[in-house]
Structures are given as structure tokens and as C-alpha cells.
């Protein structure tokens, strides 16, 4: 549990409306903030990412996320799922994890980055590209697709 913080002006793109700007200011903030919050556990569920009585609250740019899931891989990727959406600076891990375990590293991309360039950086052995891909299914869908302000987790090699 904790605090991630991640690009706000990557990631992926929820395509949200926005509400009439004839209403008071507080209440598109509202409603603005209670679409977001949906969308978000929308986004975590298209990923069928396994985590019980999911709850996301947004506001002001940070995403408070609940749940519970069996192991930390899972939870990493909720809150990946989560931060790497655009508008989301910050995310509040309240994910309970049933079974706990070492905590993998997150690393945020910068340009020129490739999956074998950060392999090398972390595990000596850029020929390990394969587990950070694998460890951040199934967000990543190609090795090769990775974008500047993306963040990614890295596992500790067993």
C-alpha cells in the first residue's frame, strides 16, 4: 500500500464528455470526478484483472483504489492499469493482497527506451526484455509498443 505517481498527460485516453459548462463549476467538478471514477474501473476490468469489491475515487488528478486480490502481481497491475491512464497523476493503493510477495520495481519510460534497454538496465541482460513484457500483460500487447511517461513494473528475477 502506498503512493504511485505517474505521468499525468500519458497513458491511455478515456475518452470522456464533458459535462455542460452552463452548470456551477462544482458540480462538473463532480460529475467530472464520478465519470472518471467509472471509467477507471472500467478500464481495470477490460484487462480482466482478477480483484474483488473494486472501488476507484478520483479527484483532483489522484485515483484512490480498494479492492482485493490474491497476489502482489495482481495488484501492481491494477495500479498500473490504473496510473497509465491519461489525467491520473497519482494513485492511493488500498489493494489488501491475500497472499504477499516481493514487491517488484516500477520504472517510468523515457524516449529511446526500449523493453531490452531497460532488461539490461535492471538485470544485467537485455535478453530478459521477455519478463518485464510477460510481467506487464496484459497492459502491453507488443514487446515493441511502449510509450515515453508509460509505467512499467519490473519483477525481481527469480
Known amino acids: 500500500m502506498g503512493l504511485f505517481d505517474f505521468v499525468k498527460e500519458a497513458g491511455r485516453k478515456l475518452g470522456l464528455v464533458a459535462p455542460e459548462p452552463s452548470k456551477p463549476p462544482q458540480q462538473v467538478k463532480a460529475e467530472t470526478e464520478k465519470a472518471m471514477s467509472a471509467a477507471l474501473v472500467k478500464e481495470v476490468e477490460s484487462h480482466q484483472l482478477k480483484i474483488e469489491d473494486l472501488r476507484v475515487e478520483y479527484s483532483d488528478g489522484q485515483a484512490?483504489?480498494?479492492?482485493?486480490?490474491?497476489?502482489?502481481?495482481?495488484?501492481e497491475k491494477v495500479i498500473l492499469a490504473v496510473g497509465n491512464t491519461e489525467g491520473v497523476a497519482r494513485v492511493d493503493d488500498r489493494i489488501q493482497v491475500?497472499?504477499?510477495?516481493?514487491?517488484?520495481?516500477?520504472?517510468?519510460?523515457?524516449?529511446?527506451?526500449?523493453?531490452?534497454?531497460?532488461?539490461?538496465?535492471?538485470?544485467?541482460?537485455?535478453?530478459?526484455?521477455?519478463?518485464?513484457?510477460?510481467?506487464?500483460?496484459?497492459?502491453?500487447?507488443?514487446?515493441?509498443?511502449?510509450?515515453?511517461?508509460?509505467?512499467?513494473?519490473?519483477?525481481?528475477?527469480?
Not at 484512490?64 to 495488484?75: D, F, I, L, Y
Not at 521477455?130 to 496484459?138: D, L, T
Open 64 to 75: 484512490v483504489v480498494h479492492g482485493k486480490t490474491a497476489t502482489q502481481a495482481e495488484r
Open 98 to 158: 491475500v497472499t504477499p510477495e516481493p514487491e517488484a520495481r516500477f520504472h517510468t519510460v523515457v524516449r529511446g527506451d526500449t523493453l531490452s534497454k531497460i532488461a539490461r538496465d535492471y538485470y544485467g541482460n537485455a535478453m530478459k526484455y521477455p519478463v518485464i513484457f510477460e510481467a506487464n500483460k496484459p497492459m502491453l500487447t507488443d514487446p515493441d509498443k511502449i510509450y515515453p511517461g508509460q509505467v512499467l513494473r519490473i519483477p525481481p528475477l527469480n
